[in-house]
Antibody, heavy 120, light 108 residues
Framework: QITLKESGPTLVKPTQTLTLTCTFSGFSLSTSGVGVGWIRQPPGKALEWLAL???????RYSPSLKSRLTITKDTSKNQVVLTMTNMDPVDTATYYC????????????WGQGTLVTVSS | EIVLTQSPGTLSLSPGERATLSCRASQSVSSSYLAWYQQKPGQAPRLLIYGASSRATGIPDRFSGSGSGTDFTLTISRLEPEDFAVYYCQQYGSSMYTFGQGTKLEIK
């Protein structure tokens, strides 16, 4: 059974760096073709893909946010970490991590999401 | 960047009716790398369809996807009460993996 869970701060101040951790079980991020991605959703708005890391440490970033994002993995801990610098109120959103397969940016299992509010 | 435009924005139907949701891409989606997700309030999205027409594990066969190139459709043959939700399409064939803005399927 594949499960994922996001953790991190619920409130950050403008200009701060956000660090989110995705802790997963039921699969290994050393299995060929497997990846873990991050997607966010501002309140009442659509989904936006942010980043993804594959089993072989290949990393993909949204071109519009690439300069602010870093994604890393710790295979031994079954964790993926996303950092986003220079946070702004427009970054207020629910942040999801999700499992992908077949080396595709396509998500079949999702975490419950964590709401991050950016406010002073 | 491939822009996905979903229509209609809101669809009002009754249980038992057929629902047809559209997703149009600004450029051709390579290899039909188009997926559909369902999202209910307060929940994470759920993968329904991938590869334009393949149902994900555990998805009822009343859900079907079709299309290629720039025009894709999600059809729900007979609506059940639990199908009323927001539906998103996503393309994963280019390096900017975009989602549509969503179609809200509401009870009439």
């Amino acid at each position: 059974q594949i499960t994922l869970k996001e953790s991190g701060p619920t409130l950050v101040k403008p200009t701060q760096t956000l660090t989110l951790t995705c802790t997963f079980s039921g699969f290994s991020l050393s299995t060929s073709g497997v990846g873990v991605g991050w997607i966010r959703q501002p309140p009442g708005k659509a989904l936006e893909w942010l980043a993804l890391i594959y089993w072989d440490d290949d990393k993909r970033y949204s071109p519009s946010l690439k300069s602010r994002l870093t994604i890393t993995k710790d295979t031994s801990k079954n964790q993926v970490v996303l950092t986003m610098t220079n946070m702004d109120p427009v970054d207020t959103a629910t942040y999801y991590c999700a499992h992908s397969w077949q080396q595709l940016v396509l998500f079949d299992y999702w975490g419950q999401g964590t709401l991050v509010t950016v406010s002073s | 960047e491939i822009v996905l435009t979903q229509s209609p924005g809101t669809l009002s139907l009754s249980p038992g009716e057929r629902a047809t949701l559209s997703c149009r891409a600004s450029q051709s989606v390579s290899s039909s790398y188009l997926a559909w997700y369902q999202q209910k309030p307060g929940q994470a999205p759920r993968l329904l369809i991938y590869g334009a027409s393949s149902r994900a594990t555990g998805i009822p066969d009343r859900f079907s996807g079709s299309g290629s190139g720039t025009d894709f459709t999600l059809t729900i043959s007979r609506l059940e009460p639990e199908d009323f939700a927001v539906y998103y399409c996503q393309q994963y064939g280019s390096s900017m993996y975009t989602f549509g803005q969503g179609t809200k399927l509401e009870i009439k």
